[in-house]
T-cell receptor
């Protein structure tokens, strides 16, 4: 089964608005990562947050991690049409070396 | 360009055939992976491999076999293709297993 569940499954916003996606996972982790996938393309790494970190920023991206709730959120500020893509959270479980993906959120930014 | 490259990008084949997908990375990474993305966009790990260890997801049928001629290559060979094998297959690599992964652009396999 998938390691993570994301919600919402789909999100549609106007350009300039903020987009928030949530991810929940099931086991203890070493780190959590977010990836973007444009339609018909491969996955691109966005940001990695380790289990001992609570928040991380990269440009317009802000990621939070709450290990007590086994959840993470990805905030994209001032969204652009080019942000339209599917966003996946992925976790590396404690003691493992593989990346397990969530179900993904399809984000549509309307110009 | 430094990247993970996989070929072919599209593969259409008949049931029962045997096919291979090639993957190469020039990032100097130690570990390579194969993932399967189904029609619902679920990504599932199939194999991870470094020069010491092959880890196989137990749910992967033994018709699928990874072949690694060297550290920079991990090819995927599939025997006796079935309709349910239709999916997009992604190759990826990482320097160490808990770091960021670099993905190839995918191979869309269609079995008819």
């Amino acid at each position: 089964s998938q390691q993570g569940e994301e919600d919402p499954q789909a999100l549609s916003i106007q350009e300039g608005e903020n987009a928030t996606m949530n991810c929940s996972y099931k086991t203890s982790i070493n780190n959590l990562q977010w990836y973007r996938q444009n339609s018909g393309r491969g996955l691109v790494h966005l940001i990695l947050i380790r289990s001992n970190e609570r928040e991380k920023h990269s440009g317009r991206l802000r990621v939070t991690l709450d290990t007590s709730k086994k959840s993470s959120s990805l905030l994209i500020t001032a969204s652009r049409a080019a942000d339209t893509a599917s966003y996946f959270c992925a976790t590396v479980k404690t003691g493992a070396n593989n990346l397990f993906f969530g179900t993904g959120t399809r984000l549509t930014v309307i110009p | 360009d430094t990247a993970v490259s996989q070929t072919p990008k599209y593969l259409v084949t008949q049931m029962g055939n045997d096919k291979s997908i090639k993957c190469e990375q020039n990032l100097g990474h130690d570990t390579m992976y194969w993932y399967k993305q189904d029609s619902k966009k679920f990504l599932k790990i199939m194999f991870s491999y470094n020069n010491k260890e092959l880890i196989i997801n137990e749910t992967v049928p033994n018709r699928f076999s990874p072949k690694s001629p060297d550290k920079a290559h991990l090819n995927l060979h599939i025997n006796s293709l079935e309709l349910g094998d239709s999916a997009v297959y992604f190759c990826a690599s990482s320097q160490d297993g808990d770091g960021r992964y670099t993905f190839g652009s995918g191979t869309r396999l269609t079995v008819v």
